[in-house]
T-cell receptor
């Protein structure tokens, strides 16, 4: 199993550009989530999904869109990049969203810089 | 909304000293998880606590969940250089969306050999 994969590893955008961060997992996990990590801010939840076709907002959803058309994939779209979105983005998945089997497995991250 | 706070933000210890990080939630939690992130790496799951007052041990690491299920701690005995990294707690609210997991800001541990 490859686990949770993310592409690209690094990305530089200009203000106003749009792009999609890819996330895939091959563990048949039900739950997937996106976090951003900024110095001193920990991991902040952007969006999450409890299954294909179901998504919901986290703590900091503005400026980001997600969709979950398959169990495996959970792409994160930046609609119009802003310098405030410069961050490291982590995708994570867990077997369930319930009380058992909900430990999250993280991908290696995407380091995004918006100029 | 639900907030999870962690203290201290940084801790620098001599190798062999003990280390503790504390996690406090603004709301009652259904469970709490702990993760470790090595420098340049991604968070890795350590443990989950579910029951009020629960204590779990992993070798030199001791995890506690408060009686009110609003706070938790991680204690490392006799730190080693392999313990370097940032430790995060992550809580799932009891009354809010059960699927929303909120992370604390983390405690970065550095060690003097």
């Amino acid at each position: 199993n490859a686990g949770v994969t993310q592409t690209p590893k690094f990305q530089v955008l200009k203000t106003g550009q749009s792009m999609t961060l890819q996330c895939a997992q091959d563990m048949n996990h039900e739950y997937m989530s996106w976090y951003r990590q900024d110095p001193g801010m920990g991991l902040r939840l952007i969006h999450y999904s409890v299954g294909a076709g179901i998504t919901d907002q986290g703590e900091v959803p503005n400026g980001y869109n997600v969709s979950r058309s398959t169990t495996e994939d959970f792409p994160l779209r930046l609609l119009s990049a802003a310098p405030s979105q410069t961050s490291v983005y982590f995708c994570a998945s867990s077997r369930t969203s319930g009380a058992v089997g909900n430990e999250q497995f993280f991908g290696p991250g995407t380091r995004l810089t918006v100029l | 909304g639900q907030q999870v706070m962690q203290i201290p933000q940084y801790q620098h210890v001599q190798e062999g000293e003990d280390f503790t990080t504390y996690c406090n939630s603004s709301t009652t939690l259904s469970n709490i998880q702990w993760y470790k992130q090595r420098p340049g790496g991604h968070p890795v799951f350590l443990i989950q606590l579910v029951k009020s007052g629960e204590v779990k041990k992993q070798k030199r690491l001791t995890f506690q969940f408060g009686e009110a299920k609003k706070n938790s701690s991680l204690h490392i005995t006799a730190t080693q250089t392999t313990d370097v990294g940032t430790y995060f707690c992550a809580g799932r609210g009891l009354w809010s969306s059960a699927s929303k997991i909120i992370f604390g800001s983390g405690t970065r541990l550095s060690i003097r050999p």
